[in-house]
């Protein structure tokens, strides 16, 4: 991944945490566009890092559950983000951690898709 992407991605990130947290009265970002950040390198990390670990030990349930049991990893990265960034990033309960996850993918693809369209991202293809 090169430097471009890595922004892109902390980008589409923190409006997507902006959106989850707007909507949600349970999730709580407190602080202004540098802790936005902040969180949003942090959960980037934790999803780089420990998601795809998840997903190799929890693979069974995955196969089980039709691939469900994904949005349970999708709200335990919420809730590990927030244990790490304290009162910075609050997320109150693993109900919520679920259904932020679920609201996050949503604002990501949106976001993904306007920023392809305004030929922002990478993958777009390139245009002569």
């Known amino acids: ?10 980008i589409i990130n ?4 902006s959106i989850t947290a707007a909507l949600l009265p349970g999730i709580h970002i407190n602080g202004g ?20 670990i998840l997903l190799v030990l929890t693979c069974p349930f995955v196969i089980i559950t039709l ?24 997320v109150d309960g693993f109900g919520t951690a679920i259904i932020g996850g679920i609201v996050m993918g949503i604002a990501a693809m949106i976001v993904e898709w ?7 991202d ?4 390139a245009r002569r």
Do not use: C, E, W, Y
């Open 1 to 10: 991944m090169n430097g471009r992407n890595f922004i892109i991605r902390l």
């Open 14 to 17: 923190m409006i997507a945490l």
């Open 33 to 52: 566009a540098g802790t936005l950040l902040i969180v949003a390198l942090v959960f980037g990390i934790i999803n780089a890092i420990v998601k795809p």
């Open 67 to 90: 691939g469900l049991f994904i949005l349970v990893i999708n709200g335990l990265m919420l809730l590990l983000t927030s244990a790490l960034l304290g009162n910075s990033f609050v």
């Open 114 to 120: 306007i920023m392809g369209q305004a030929g922002m």
């Open 122 to 125: 990478d993958r777009a293809p």
